[in-house]
């Protein structure tokens, strides 16, 4: 009991000294952000919702009136349900898609591009970073990840960094003004016959904000031999998670910890075609379930209250959107974790 609560004190003095330090240089202490991990999981979530109402006050959501994506603007009501099942379980699939046009743009590229080789074999065997581009007919590792700094420079991914509607309904979730981060694009194919620790294929949270909101856009049509994401329905609400769980950190967990705890019914598959877009709260549980055959090519980013957490960056090395730069200029927190190059300072 005493020794929990000294551990509790330690970890919140850990980790209000880091967001001085991160308000000042705007970089976080390693110990900080492990503490971070540690309250969430001795709190079951509380300290989390603390912090994040204490930036809210600080930062309360933009008013933004623009129309002007490729997304339809939805109405009032329409808002307020998605905010609901948000709340409520934690996910939203979109009814709006991203046009077939859209990805296979984003998908050419990712073919012209090396990827980072990753994947528990690939760790093991190569040690190294090795890249290579990915190739469906031969693929060598679970998982191609494709470089953040080409990922943002891809035209199409700039569209989606200023589209009002993924701003308005991440705004609205974390009550404050949103700042895009942990963009990710990956192939996952199938290569071997057990889920892959490394390529997420494994039940998890992520812990590397304090509040954020998961976008996922699937490249490629989803099916359930395919890859599809998984979540657990109402796994990210504050006290969801289980002490014994929680005990165990960031840790993995199998497939039959995880039904025996919450049921096989509250696993959502998230099948679909592509340009599907899924809103998500990844502070619940959540994986990528192995693809059985075919492959599966998926971009994802948050919108994060604060960066304070994982330091990751994201470069600009080109603005190839007018909307991206009236955006950056007009709401510049939402842009607050990336670096424009110097010919690109706005
Ligand atoms: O590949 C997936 O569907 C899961 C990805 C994931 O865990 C993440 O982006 O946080
Ligand atoms: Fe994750």
């Not at 701003?167 to 990710?184: D, M, N, T």
């Not at 709260?281 to 919108?303: C, I, Q, T, V, Y």
């Amino acid at each position: 009991m005493l020794r929990n609560l000294i551990s509790l004190t330690k970890n919140w003095v850990f980790l209000i000294f880091g967001l001085l330090i991160h308000s000042l240089t705007g970089k976080t202490p390693q110990r900080a952000h492990a503490s971070l991990v540690l309250l969430f999981c001795k709190t079951k979530g509380k300290a989390n919702d603390f912090l994040s109402l204490m930036i809210s006050m600080f930062y309360p959501p933009y008013e933004i009136e623009e129309t002007s994506g490729f997304l339809r603007s939805l109405p009032i009501k329409e808002m307020d349900e998605i905010q609901a099942s948000l709340e409520k379980d934690g996910y939203h699939v979109f009814k709006e898609r991203l046009t077939a046009d859209f990805c296979e743009q984003i998908l050419q590229q990712s073919l012209k591009i090396e990827c980072l080789l990753s994947g528990d074999e690939v760790t093991a065997e190569f040690g190294r970073r090795k890249y290579a581009k990915y190739d469906a007919s031969n693929p060598v590792a679970a998982f191609y990840i494709i470089p953040e700094d080409e990922i943002t420079d891809i035209k199409e991914i700039q569209q989606l960094v200023c589209e009002p509607l993924l701003i308005k309904v991440a705004q609205r979730y974390l009550k404050a003004k949103p700042i895009f981060s942990g963009i990710s694009m990956r192939w996952s194919p199938h290569v071997k016959d057990t889920p892959d620790s490394e390529a997420a294929q494994l039940y998890h949270f992520d812990m590397e904000r304090i509040k954020w909101l998961r976008f996922f856009f699937y490249l490629t049509d989803v099916d359930s031999d395919t890859g599809p994401h998984c979540f657990i329905k109402g796994s990210h609400r504050t006290g969801a998670i289980p002490k014994y769980m929680l005990d165990q950190g960031y840790a993995r967990q199998s497939d039959d910890d995880i039904f025996k705890e919450y049921g096989k019914d509250s696993q959502i598959e998230f099948t679909g075609g592509r340009g599907t877009i899924i809103a998500e709260d990844s502070r619940g549980f959540h994986k990528g379930k192995m693809p059985n055959k075919g492959d599966r090519l998926l971009l994802a980013f948050e919108l994060s209250t604060s960066t304070f957490g994982a330091n990751k960056r994201h470069k600009i090395r080109n603005v190839r959107v007018p909307q991206f730069r009236e955006f950056a200029l007009k709401y510049p927190r939402l842009y607050h974790n990336f670096d424009f190059a110097q010919k690109e300072k706005l």
